[in-house]
């Protein structure tokens, strides 16, 4: 086969080349090495999975189960909170950025609020917060346990929410005549029908939580971050069955105390 047949196959081989159109996102889960064009909107950007147990001083604990207080004991049959701000540090202290966030629409223009979120009415509730760019360590994790005071008073068909903020659209929604709970548990003493639920409204500065930790962080890969509430510490010296002006302030407090990563 003389020279100028292999330089015809080759032209062939050439011809019949497609280029591949495909993620080049180092940071994304599909990114392509191999790829020769960016695709558009193809790229999956990792995400970080809250994922929200309850615990009975140390304990797996579940919605119905007895809980053993030092008032006595109780039920917890119900139960939802809100977290909001829900920030990453790395390995030097600096925020990692994350691309959640919930629109509320206004007649005066739209105002986003960065990666609200909330668990409801069951334990082992996973949340997702995507948009993670992000190879190293954690250094720690800062949450404020509710939604600011400008979601709280708004009615809920004013909000929605960017796909991937949770599981449930309009997740902010729940929206009550006091304005928005960011925590409801609803409890029972046993032998007795008779319920008692404890609505706590965003009337007080939000606390930040931080939680150091060590999450190793993988860049192109889902990080699992596993948040605990434990419900004896934070219920165990709450009068609940007293004067809500006495148990309101306290249980705001112990919430926030009661909430650890594992």
């Not at 009615?155 to 929604?173: E, V, Y």
Request: with cysteine; aromatic share 12%.
């Amino acid at each position: 086969m003389g020279r100028w047949s292999y330089f015809i196959i080759l032209l062939s081989v050439f011809a019949c080349y497609e280029p591949v159109e495909d993620c080049l996102d180092v940071d994304a889960r599909n990114y392509n090495v191999m790829a020769d064009n960016m695709c558009d909107d193809c790229c999956q950007l990792p995400q970080i999975n809250v994922i929200f147990t309850f615990r009975n001083d140390g304990q797996n604990f579940n919605l119905g189960d007895t809980l053993s207080l030092p008032g006595g004991p109780i039920i917890v049959e119900n139960f939802f909170f809100f977290l909001s701000a829900f920030q990453p540090n790395d390995q030097n202290g600096n925020p990692v950025k994350l691309g959640d966030s919930i629109v509320v629409q206004r007649n005066d223009g739209n105002m986003y609020i960065s990666n609200n979120f909330r668990y409801f009415d069951r334990a082992n509730f996973r949340s997702e917060l995507r948009s993670l760019r992000f190879n190293g360590k954690f250094s720690s994790i800062q949450f404020q346990p509710g939604l600011p005071s400008v979601v709280n008073q708004l009615p809920p068909d004013t909000l929605r929410t960017n796909t991937g903020i949770g599981n449930f659209p309009n997740s902010a929604a729940v929206g009550t005549g006091k304005g928005y709970s960011f925590v409801s548990v609803t409890l029972r003493v046993p032998d007795n029908e008779n319920t008692f639920t404890l609505h706590v409204f965003d009337e007080y500065p939000l606390q930040t939580k931080i939680i150091n930790t060590d999450i190793q962080v993988t860049r192109g890969n889902n990080v699992d971050v596993n948040l605990n509430l434990d419900l004896f510490t934070w219920l165990q010296n709450i009068p609940v069955k007293g004067d809500e002006s006495q148990w309101k302030p306290v249980l705001i407090t112990a919430f926030a105390n009661a909430l650890s990563l594992r």
